[in-house]
């Protein structure tokens, strides 16, 4: 018998088996597709490297990411990651998943994890036992890693979508996709249109995962073809960009990705990354929680008492919290206004707010700057929008109380 039986070998669950590893912790991931697919999820933030450098991830041939352009109307602005709060990483990469799954299965290898290539059909989880399509598996503890299915979440009645999102998406991966005079090479575009925004995630030498998410306002109907068609006529920055691009692998569609579940930990079972909680992919954070989470979760699971996973669950939550706060602030406007705001009226703190959030920086509690954006940016935009009736000094959030 295993210590911990891990459900998905996905960045998550590899993550966590190999930190329980370190910990000295039998463990054994159940993983249903031997060969990773091209799955969305493909955009990394520079505070998800704590992790790739503490477990060993091999990086090499992904491209750099060095910084995010954001697209609206005629505007556009771009954030550079050196741009953060006391950065101290300046970069993450675009990773294609079909390679970067493997190269995390790799990971938790070396760690000393067992794999076993099944599917869980069934779970007892308080006799620590799965029902696989290779048999039946026991462990003193099951965790969930196993995607957004939120599998164990909904057989445990735990799930709870999001009463305010509930956006669908199409993506695929496209090739003849042109950067333009902003971007640096590797950057992630989000064009904003409305009721949703269209992702252009580079790979090098044209080649760029490319999709569309839409909120239930979005006017695009129709085929993923025809929801791509209108999605560009609406951005003229993606019809730049994607003039000559062309579709080299199915539409994917995806819906209703938003929820989480009442309750991370209970009795035999813990949950951790899109098992747990997923929130909305506008600022490319469901990796970067997913193995925060995780690194995190393996003290609380090796210490095993309740209060070390409450603990665990309440940071993991509070980080969570401050994308989810930004990403209504995303839906509402708010956000653009405040990235898009002009140079006269911007603060060296408009920036490091943003880009802090960009880069992930959600769980240092050194880190003032991306908390109070997210608390504060829809005073912040609000104010912004009245200005050109009745300029008046701009609300310094280093000074709030
Ligand atoms: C439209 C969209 C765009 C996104 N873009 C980004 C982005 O740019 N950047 C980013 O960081 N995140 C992005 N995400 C989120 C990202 O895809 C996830 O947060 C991330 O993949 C979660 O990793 P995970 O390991 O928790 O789950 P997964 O990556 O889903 O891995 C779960 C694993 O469990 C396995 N599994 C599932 N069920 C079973 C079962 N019953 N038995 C055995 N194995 C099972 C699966 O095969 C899989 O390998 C996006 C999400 C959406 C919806």
Same mark, same amino acid.
């Given at each position: 018998?295993?210590?911990?039986?891990?459900?998905?070998?996905?960045?998550?669950?590899?993550?966590?088996?190999?930190?329980?590893?370190?910990?000295?912790?039998?463990?054994?991931?159940?993983?249903?597709?031997?060969?990773?697919?091209?799955?969305?999820?493909?955009?990394?933030?520079?505070?998800?490297?704590?992790?790739?450098?503490?477990?060993?991830?091999?990086?090499?041939?992904?491209?750099?990411?060095?910084?995010?352009?954001?697209?609206?109307?005629?505007?556009?602005?771009?954030?550079?990651?050196?741009?953060?709060?006391?950065?101290?990483?300046?970069?993450?990469?675009?990773?294609?998943?079909?390679?970067?799954?493997?190269?995390?299965?790799?990971?938790?290898?070396?760690?000393?994890?067992?794999?076993?290539?099944?599917?869980?059909?069934?779970?007892?989880?308080?006799?620590?036992?799965?029902?696989?399509?290779?048999?039946?598996?026991?462990?003193?503890?099951? /965790? #969930?890693?196993?995607?957004? &299915?939120?599998? !164990?979440?909904?057989?445990? %009645?735990? =799930?709870?979508?999001?009463?305010? $999102?509930?956006?669908?998406?199409?993506?695929?991966?496209?090739?003849?996709?042109?950067?333009?005079?902003?971007?640096?090479?590797?950057?992630?575009?989000?064009?904003?249109?409305?009721?949703?925004?269209?992702?252009?995630?580079?790979?090098?030498?044209?080649?760029?995962?490319?999709?569309?998410?839409?909120?239930?306002?979005?006017?695009?109907?129709?085929?993923?073809?025809?929801?791509?068609?209108?999605?560009?006529?609406?951005?003229?920055?993606?019809?730049?960009?994607?003039?000559?691009?062309?579709?080299?692998?199915?539409?994917?569609?995806?819906?209703?990705?938003?929820?989480?579940?009442?309750?991370?930990?209970?009795?035999?079972?813990?949950?951790?990354?899109?098992?747990?909680?997923? /929130? #909305?992919?506008?600022?490319? &954070?469901?990796? !970067?929680?997913?193995?925060? %989470?995780? =690194?995190?979760?393996?003290?609380? $699971?090796?210490?095993?008492?309740?209060?070390?996973?409450?603990?665990?669950?309440?940071?993991?939550?509070?980080?969570?919290?401050?994308?989810?706060?930004?990403?209504?602030?995303?839906?509402?406007?708010?956000?653009?206004?405040?990235?898009?705001?002009?140079?006269?009226?911007?603060?060296?703190?408009?920036?490091?707010?943003?880009?802090?959030?960009?880069?992930?920086?959600?769980?240092?509690?050194?880190?003032?700057?991306?908390?109070?954006?997210?608390?504060?940016?829809?005073?912040?935009?609000?104010?912004?929008?009245?200005?050109?009736?009745?300029?008046?000094?701009?609300?310094?959030?280093?000074?709030?109380?």
């Amino acid at each position: 018998m295993t210590d911990f039986l891990i459900i998905g070998a996905g960045p998550t669950g590899c993550a966590l088996g190999a930190y329980l590893r370190k910990g000295g912790a039998r463990v054994t991931l159940v993983e249903a597709v031997e060969h990773p697919e091209s799955v969305v999820g493909e955009s990394m933030l520079p505070c998800s490297r704590v992790v790739f450098d503490e477990l060993g991830l091999d990086t090499t041939g992904f491209l750099k990411k060095h910084g995010a352009v954001f697209c609206q109307g005629d505007d556009s602005v771009r954030f550079d990651f050196s741009e953060a709060e006391d950065p101290v990483y300046t970069h993450a990469w675009q990773v294609q998943r079909e390679i970067f799954d493997i190269r995390w299965r790799d990971v938790a290898k070396a760690h000393g994890c067992e794999i076993v290539y099944a599917k869980v059909t069934d779970c007892n989880v308080s006799e620590g036992s799965l029902e696989t399509t290779a048999g039946t598996l026991r462990g003193k503890r099951v /965790i #969930d890693a196993g995607g957004r &299915s939120m599998w !164990l979440s909904q057989r445990l %009645g735990l =799930r709870q979508g999001d009463l305010r $999102l509930k956006n669908s998406a199409i993506g695929t991966r496209m090739t003849g996709v042109r950067q333009l005079g902003l971007d640096q090479p590797g950057d992630i575009t989000i064009c904003s249109i409305p009721g949703g925004w269209i992702w252009i995630i580079p790979f090098g030498e044209g080649v760029a995962s490319v999709g569309v998410v839409m909120s239930p306002s979005c006017p695009l109907t129709g085929s993923p073809d025809q929801r791509y068609a209108g999605a560009l006529a609406l951005s003229a920055d993606a019809r730049s960009r994607l003039a000559d691009a062309e579709r080299i692998f199915p539409w994917r569609g995806l819906q209703d990705f938003t929820a989480s579940s009442t309750t991370f930990h209970g009795p035999g079972f813990g949950l951790c990354g899109d098992a747990a909680t997923f /929130i #909305d992919p506008v600022f490319s &954070s469901g990796v !970067l929680l997913g193995l925060c %989470g995780a =690194r995190m979760m393996a003290p609380a $699971l090796l210490d095993g008492s309740d209060a070390a996973l409450d603990a665990w669950q309440a940071t993991y939550r509070e980080g969570g919290g401050i994308f989810r706060k930004v990403i209504d602030h995303w839906y509402c406007g708010d956000f653009m206004t405040v990235a898009l705001a002009p140079p006269r009226l911007q603060k060296p703190y408009f920036r490091r707010g943003i880009v802090s959030l960009l880069a992930g920086d959600v769980y240092n509690p050194a880190r003032t700057s991306p908390r109070r954006m997210a608390d504060r940016m829809g005073e912040l935009a609000a104010h912004l929008r009245t200005m050109s009736s009745a300029p008046q000094p701009t609300p310094d959030l280093d000074e709030a109380k």
